[in-house]
């Protein structure tokens, strides 16, 4: 899809306001460019030197049109406020539903925070559209009424439209692919930009070293070079339209004076005529001019347009309706010849496993680096759908089933995970309306979290930076599993879920964990010794195959 369509598409979802303002542009239109025509009246009446009640009359009836135009103008900017409301919530409501369901394979090239940051562009969409609807519908509409008023002066005039129009095309249908090209290459490079010292200030320890430093700002410098580069590129495509503009301006204000005064002259006008359309010719030159300095306005919307499309156009996660949840009193998982490759290799991590896992099995799972452990239990856990073989739940196929519900039923502890900005209660509950007091002591204390949360003068309510930056390793794990565990799954999936513990603590959360009393499966890889004691199977990842599938 084009980015113009984009934008038209977008414009579309707010038909009635867009329609709005071009009723009120129109009204504007007419009523400014009926003003020459009682300003030609009124000089008239000035030539004749007498004063009457007309001229008077005439004079009150310009000065309305002028606070008319005026009020017109302030319902415009009420409307494309509103306008510029709608597609910020709209924007951010399309942001915050279409991440976290993004499908994996969008995902795998691209860094979520990058991504994220393509939300800025609304700001210039919001602007832009504002000043595109106000100031190009206006700009438009003058230079079409002021045409056709000026052929009724006189047929020449109509000359003066049809070269108008001309120039308006050549300028734009030479400059616009190439513009809007420059536009785009220039934004990349932003982004690349910003990127960057977003990673400058997510590792920021990293940098106070002198060398670093200086890689940083050398890293900085390349980055901001090639953006320049194409922002200049951008600049000649403006640059180019500006000059055409001054030629034009030149061109027209040339033929017109000298039309006008011929007209004159050979007594086809009178001064009251030559004067008012004169008047228009300044309108419609200046709207023009508003066009022309209005494209780069049109490139930056584009431009933000098709950035933010690029999000809207990433696959989500198809969602089926299940026809029942009866599979999720016991979760019975099977896998038979199944298989996963990542989209830029051509090599399979997993290689034909197959495997059954019954409801309250405590599996370990382990194997070298590289081995497959993380991408199966990515599978198993449904964040990674297989690229080949049969996932089963309860003997029904994994792609018929509602992967919300599936969801709902396990709890994950995944590499790279940690706490969002918010309560501490937020990061446990979500603010589910559903989880009872005694549910949040129970977790709290399970994960050995009590202590810290006693020890903070606003307890459950104290906010939690981005990253959990203001908590130790350990009990940032400790908030993540006492959020596995909230909902009484039933079934657990963990990476390395205790790793950062002190190995007392660790032990007593791994013991709570796999105690018989609980009846939730367990698939856990860790490099913590004690978790694979307490499991009841064990299994052994080799280059993408099982090489052992151990029951105790």
Not at 178 to 186: A, D, I, Q, Y
């Amino acid at each position: 899809m084009t980015p113009l369509k984009r934008y038209y598409n977008l414009l579309g979802l707010e038909k009635k306001d867009v329609m709005q303002l071009f009723f009120y542009a129109i009204f504007a239109g007419l009523i400014s460019l009926s003003l020459p025509l009682g300003i030609q009246a009124i000089v008239n009446f000035i030539q004749a030197g007498r004063i009457s009640a007309s001229w008077i009359v005439l004079i009150i009836l310009v000065v309305l049109g002028v606070a008319l135009v005026g009020i017109l103008s302030l319902m415009q900017l009420r409307i494309t406020e509103n306008l510029q409301q709608k597609i910020f919530v709209r924007s951010s409501f399309d942001f915050a539903s279409r991440i976290p369901k993004i499908k994996f394979e969008s995902m795998y090239n691209v860094y979520p925070p990058e991504l994220a940051n393509r939300f800025f562009d609304t700001i210039s969409i919001q602007k832009g559209t504002s000043k595109l609807l106000i100031d190009f519908s206006a700009a438009i509409l003058q230079i079409i009424f002021g045409i056709l008023l000026l052929s009724l002066y006189h047929p020449y005039f109509i000359l003066f439209g049809i070269l108008l129009m001309v120039l308006l095309y050549v300028i734009f249908k030479f400059s616009y692919r190439v513009g809007l090209e420059t536009s785009l290459s220039e934004s990349h490079f932003k982004y690349k930009v910003a990127s960057w010292l977003q990673e400058m200030a997510r590792n920021n320890f990293s940098f106070r070293k002198n060398l670093n430093y200086d890689f940083a700002l050398e890293k900085n410098n390349t980055l901001v070079t090639d953006y320049l580069g194409y922002r200049e590129k951008h600049f000649k495509i403006i640059q180019r339209q500006f000059s055409q503009l001054i030629v034009f301006k030149m061109i027209i204000t040339t033929c017109l004076l000298s039309i006008g005064g011929y007209l004159v002259i050979t007594q086809q006008m009178n001064i009251g005529q030559f004067v008012a359309a004169e008047i228009i010719i300044l309108l419609v030159i200046n709207s023009v001019e508003k066009i022309i300095l209005g494209l780069e306005t049109f490139y930056d919307v584009l431009t933000s347009v098709e950035k933010i499309g690029s999000i809207t156009d990433m696959d989500l996660e198809e969602e089926t309706a299940a026809e029942n949840d009866y599979c999720f009193t016991n979760i019975q998982l099977e896998i038979d010849s199944l298989k996963f490759r990542f989209p830029d290799t051509k090599s399979d991590v997993l290689k034909s496993i197959s495997l059954k896992i019954a409801q309250g099995e405590k599996i370990f799972i382990e194997g070298e680096n590289g081995s497959g452990k993380t991408t199966l239990i990515r599978v198993l856990s449904g964040l990674l759908q297989p690229t080949s073989g049969v996932f089963l739940i309860n003997d029904d196929t994994f792609r018929k089933i509602n992967l919300q519900q599936y969801r709902s039923q396990i709890g994950t502890i995944l590499n790279g995970e940690t706490p969002f900005e918010g309560t501490i209660l937020e990061n446990i509950t979500f603010n589910d309306p559903n989880v009872k007091s005694e549910d949040i002591r129970w977790a709290i204390d399970a994960v050995q979290l009590g202590g810290l949360i006693r020890s903070l003068p606003q307890g459950l309510d104290t906010k939690i930076f981005p990253e959990g930056k203001q908590l130790s390793s350990s009990n940032s794990k400790k908030i993540l599993l006492a959020r596995s565990i909230i909902h009484k799954p039933k079934i657990l999936f963990y990476e390395n879920p205790t790793d950062n513990m002190d190995e007392e603590v660790a032990n007593e959360v791994i013991d709570f964990i796999m105690s018989d009393k609980h009846q939730w499966t367990v698939i856990v890889s860790s490099k913590n010794e004690r978790w694979k004691t307490k499991c009841s199977r064990n299994i052994i990842l080799q280059n993408g195959k099982v090489v052992t599938d151990l029951k105790k």
